[in-house]
C-alpha cells in the first residue's frame, strides 16, 4: 500500500527513482486510499515524511541498523538543504564520507525487500558497492580485532589476584545485568562473564511452562561491555566483527 511521491530523489548518480512511501495517517484513511488507487479527487495526495520512513525502516527491518538509520538521515538533510536553498551541499560532502553508508543502507533495504544490488543499481555499480562494502568489513574486523588483543593483553598482564577479583565481580555484575534483559556470555578478550544489549523486535512470544509464563521476542545485538577487562563494543558491525552477533553462550 504505496504510491511515488512526485519529486522525491536520492543523492544524485545513484540509480535510483522515485521512492515509494506509505500515505499519512489520518482518521478516516483518505491518504492511504490513494495507494489504493481508490482515494477521492478532492484529497490531495499525501505521505509521511521521508525521515519516519526510515524509523519505520529501523524499526521493521533488523537488517537496517541504528547506524543505517543515521546514514539515511544524514543524507536526506543533505539532499533537501541542495534542493530546496540551491547550496551545493555534496560538493562540501564529498562520496567518501557518505558512499559507504550509502551502500550500506542499499544492501540492508533490498536484502529486506527480497531483492539486491543488482536489482537497484545495475550490474556494474553493484559490483562496485560489494568492493567497497568488503573493504569496510575488512577494516572493522582488523580494528576489532587489535582492540580486543589490547584488552586481553593488558588484563593477562595483571597479577593472578586481580585477575580473579575481577572475574568473581564480573560474574555478579553479569547475574545482576540477567535480570535487566542483559544476555550474559564468555568475554572474547579475558574469557570473563560478560553482556550483550539488544534492542528487541518483531512479535513477542508468549508461552505457558512448568515454571510459569514466559515471553520471548527477537533481539538484535548493540552493545557489548566486559566490567573484567573493560572491552566495549558498540554496533552490530563491531559485533558481528568479534563474532558475538549469534553467540548463545
Not at 568492493?131 to 577494516?139: A, H, I, R, S
Amino acid at each position: 500500500m504505496v504510491f511515488p511521491r512526485t519529486g522525491d530523489s536520492s543523492p544524485r548518480g545513484s540509480g535510483i527513482g522515485e521512492s515509494h512511501i506509505v500515505g499519512e495517517p489520518d482518521p478516516e484513511h483518505r491518504f492511504l486510499l490513494h495507494a489504493l488507487n481508490r482515494g477521492s479527487e478532492r484529497t490531495p495526495r499525501r505521505s509521511i515524511g521521508t525521515g519516519q520512513v526510515f524509523s519505520l525502516c529501523r524499526t521493521l527491518f533488523d537488517d537496517f541498523s541504528e547506524t543505517d538509520l543515521k546514514a539515511a538521515l544524514a543524507l536526506v538533510n543533505r539532499r533537501n538543504d541542495e534542493l530546496h536553498s540551491g547550496a551545493a551541499a555534496f560538493d562540501e560532502y564529498p562520496p567518501k564520507y557518505w558512499l559507504t553508508g550509502f551502500y550500506r543502507i542499499c544492501r540492508s533495504l533490498t536484502k529486506a525487500l527480497g531483492e539486491s544490488l543488482e536489482s537497484l543499481l545495475g550490474e556494474d555499480e553493484a559490483k562496485v558497492a560489494r568492493q567497497v562494502l568488503d573493504d569496510t568489513q575488512t577494516e572493522v574486523k582488523q580494528r576489532v580485532l587489535s582492540t580486543i588483543a589490547a584488552h586481553r593483553k593488558v588484563f593477562e598482564d595483571k597479577a593472578e589476584a586481580e585477575r580473579k577479583a575481577a572475574a568473581e565481580s564480573a560474574e555478579k555484575e553479569g547475574a545482576r545485568l540477567a535480570y535487566e534483559r542483559h544476555h550474559r556470555l564468555k568475554c572474547p578478550a579475558c574469557g570473563c562473564v560478560a553482556t550483550l544489549q539488544g534492542e528487541a523486535f518483531g512479535k513477542e512470544v508468549v508461552t505457558h511452562e512448568d515454571d510459569g509464563i514466559k515471553v520471548r521476542q527477537p533481539v538484535s545485538p548493540r552493545a557489548f561491555a566486559c566490567s573484567a577487562c573493560g572491552l566495549r563494543l558498540q554496533g552490530y558491525a563491531d559485533l558481528d566483527a568479534a563474532q558475538l552477533v549469534d553467540c548463545n553462550s
